[in-house]
């Protein structure tokens, strides 16, 4: 409680101006009992009845201390006449009374006064100093009875908040403060409600907001009623019969969807929501429900991470039951959804209860492989081409999708499978062979119908309004530098980087960045090897060979002379991770006089080669 200034002001005005010697004080509702001691008057000695025997009171007062001031403090009423041994110094000295309710109701500068009984009935609340204080650090003087109970629980609960939504909140998040989570044991900040006797104000509030009532209410079954109507409420069919007993009524559904939501959404206490969740599955036995329940039926809900796990897995039934006739907009259009939920979003921290990263993996793969299947079923009927540059124009168009999706699905699917959900893995074996026996097979075949001929693609090895890889420098590279006297000219080679993850990189700068960039092929060399592929980017009139080494206008160009045939033309040549460790002087003074800079990279052919790290 707060400090006894205006109790101490009284006891004076009685010993000082009044001229009392002896002041008895009855205390029977025990409010002062622990703030008796911290009284401070002048003077005046005070006396504890309930720890002094009566004779030696009567004695000191009357015989070894007839002169001297005393404050009888006893936590008891007066006794009756016939049993009061104190009753002839009572009747010469003066009484004592302490209205603490009227105290409270000051020192909280609280306006309305009929608040006066409703503090009296907090008393217990009141016996301990720190909740005063942090009571009157929030209290504002309009507050009604209502406001104050809900501020008395924010500090027994400790929460950030004297709103219901929040104090609900907080004492479900209580339970992971034990060892273990057990739901038929109350939180500790519960356990301090009882005591304080707050918990029926509580239960008052609850039913008036959520409709909840009980004979003896209790949040464990809170807890369940208000995720299995959450549940129902998001839910597009039928409530099984067994779940319907523990909805909330009509009133409170939508005040307890919107608690919930605040709940799942909280920085704080969103861990504990994943927690306790499943231990509300679990107790309702959902998972007897969910085999007989739809994915589009349970699209909107969030309440459970089970629920996540049956969408995933119909998706994937649905995918490899009917990829002939496949929907993909409905499919994409439910991960799109979940993937912006609460179990897997990207947004949120994993934890035991909530592996998003592993769901929003399993979402990718499954749309992927829709993906994949669909454009399958849309090609496998015609790719045939009519010319090598038909088919060469119709990979850069649209058939580079199979290389990319394949991926999209490869990388998500060892995500999910890496942490340990396999929903993805039933449709590798599907992938695998559309992609490797379909797709690629098509493809070769495709392709090798324009090499068999003598007079065939590789007599001349060229495709009609085409460029070729062995004019790359005149063309992309010597006329932007010789078209102004200040352009420079940076190019980086990434060496085994693929035609599908560029059109992937050029949507990316073109969306997120401020940046523009273009994207556009080029006919390979034969044989398609890194020599001969990194010699004939350089510029050059001539290449040749030299035993396995491939020459450059009669020079060399293994890596370690690139940089002299580079110097030829104002230019130089440096490798990706020595550029990137250099300082921003040192990068500086490197291009200063160069005109053109070749860059290296070869990160993608280095993982790709390394067998612990060619699954990246």
Not at 208 to 231: A, H, W
Not at 567 to 586: P, Q, R, S, T, Y
Request: proline share 3%; charged share 25%.
């Amino acid at each position: 409680m707060s400090n006894l200034v205006k109790i101490q002001e009284s006891l004076k005005k009685a010993f000082q101006q009044d001229g009392a010697r002896i002041v008895f004080w009855n205390d029977p509702e025990k409010e002062f009992l622990i703030d008796v001691d911290s009284l401070q008057l002048e003077g005046v000695t005070t006396l504890r009845l309930d720890q002094e025997s009566n004779l030696q009171v009567k004695w000191r007062l009357e015989r070894e201390e007839p002169n001297s001031k005393f404050l009888l403090y006893s936590p008891n009423e007066e006794p009756d006449f016939e049993s009061d041994w104190l009753l002839d110094i009572r009747l010469y000295s003066r009484s004592f009374r302490a209205d603490r309710a009227s105290i409270l109701l000051q020192e909280l500068d609280l306006l309305q006064q009929s608040l006066k009984n409703h503090l009296a009935d907090r008393r217990k609340f009141f016996d301990a100093k720190d909740r005063f204080q942090r009571l009157k650090a929030i209290v504002s003087p309009n507050d009604t009875a209502i406001d104050l109970d809900k501020k008395m629980m924010m500090v027994v609960a400790k929460a950030d908040q004297p709103d219901l939504f929040h104090l609900v909140r907080t004492f479900f998040h209580g339970w992971l403060e034990a060892p273990s989570v057990d739901l038929d044991e109350s939180p500790i900040n519960w356990q301090a409600m009882e005591k304080l006797d707050l918990d029926q104000s509580f239960w008052e509030m609850v039913e008036s907001t959520c409709g909840y009532q009980e004979e003896q209410p209790c949040l464990k079954n809170l807890l369940i009623r208000m995720l299995v109507t959450d549940f129902k409420h998001h839910y597009k069919d039928e409530l099984p019969a067994g779940l319907k007993p523990l909805l909330l009524p009509e009133k409170g559904l939508q005040n307890a969807v919107v608690c919930l939501a605040h709940w799942r959404d909280s920085s704080t206490k969103g861990t504990s929501y994943d927690q306790l969740s499943a231990e509300v599955a679990q107790i309702v036995h959902l998972n007897n429900y969910l085999p007989k329940m739809t994915a589009d039926a349970l699209v909107d809900v969030q309440t459970f991470l089970a629920v996540e796990k049956r969408i995933a897995s119909q998706l994937k039934d649905r995918i490899l039951d009917s990829y002939e006739s496949i929907q993909i907009d409905s499919i994409r259009s439910i991960v799109n959804q979940r993937q912006t939920g609460h179990w897997a979003t990207n947004a949120l921290a994993d934890n035991v209860h909530a592996p998003r990263t592993a769901f929003h993996a399993v979402y990718d793969a499954l749309l992927a492989a829709g993906e994949f299947l669909l454009l399958w079923q849309q090609h496998k009927a015609r790719l045939t081409y009519s010319s090598p540059k038909e088919l060469f124009k119709a990979y850069e168009d649209e058939l580079y999708q199979f290389d990319q999706i394949y991926r999209h699905f490869c990388e998500a699917a060892n995500i999910a499978e890496s942490k340990g959900w396999d929903i993805a893995k039933a449709l590798r074996p599907e992938m695998e062979n559309h992609y490797v026996h379909g797709f690629l097979g098509s493809l070769s075949l495709a392709w090798g119908k324009f090499f068999e001929p003598a007079d065939g693609l590789l007599s001349s090895w060229r495709l009609d309004q085409i460029p070729s890889q062995f004019r790359f420098y005149e063309r992309n590279v010597g006329s932007w530098i010789n078209s102004g006297d200040n352009r420079r000219a940076y190019v980086i080679i990434s060496d085994a980087f693929r035609y599908e993850a560029a059109h992937e990189l050029c949507g990316i700068i073109n969306t997120k960045t401020r940046m523009e960039a273009t994207l556009s092929s080029q006919l390979g060399v034969l044989p398609s090897y890194t020599a001969l592929g990194m010699a004939s980017l350089l510029p050059h009139r001539k290449l040749q060979y030299s035993g396995t080494d491939v020459l450059v206008d009669g020079v060399s160009s293994a890596s370690g002379n690139r940089n002299a045939i580079l110097e030829m033309v104002e230019g130089g040549a440096i490798k990706a991770n020595e550029l990137m460790a250099m300082k921003k002087d040192e990068g500086r003074e490197f291009v200063k006089d160069k005109r053109v800079v070749y860059i290296y990279h070869d990160v993608v052919d280095s993982t790709g080669d390394d067998a612990k790290t060619e699954g990246k």
